[in-house]
């Protein structure tokens, strides 16, 4: 089933902040069938290893791994390529934005 909104969310380091935003997520997206792609610029903190577990463990995560290539703009933009939902939000992960 395809989701009806997918949210790009870039990361580089972020692994103390991804479960935490996913539960953000999940409470602001009641009753939405969405999913979440996380962008990640190769990052060196664990963040790739706990997407990768989360991404097997849940149907709406998914997790690009961009090895060689940084940067935000760049990022939103592979993150968009990958989704097929009808709407797209973009998000940073540092939760400073507004999951709502």
């Excluded at 949210?7 to 972020?14: A, D, F, G, Y």
């Excluded at 903190?45 to 995560?61: A, F, I, P």
């Amino acid at each position: 089933m395809t989701p009806e909104l997918s949210i790009i969310l870039p990361t580089l380091n972020e692994v103390d902040n991804i479960e935490p935003l996913l539960e953000r997520l999940e409470n602001a997206l009641a009753g939405i069938h969405w999913e979440v792609v996380f962008v990640d610029d190769d990052s060196t903190d664990g963040t790739v290893d706990l997407l990768r577990r989360l991404s097997r463990e849940r149907d709406n995560v998914r997790c690009l791994r961009r090895i060689g290539r940084r940067g935000l703009s760049s990022a939103v933009i592979e993150g968009m390529l990958a989704v097929s939902s009808p709407y797209v939000a973009v998000m940073d992960a540092d939760l400073q934005h507004d999951e709502r």
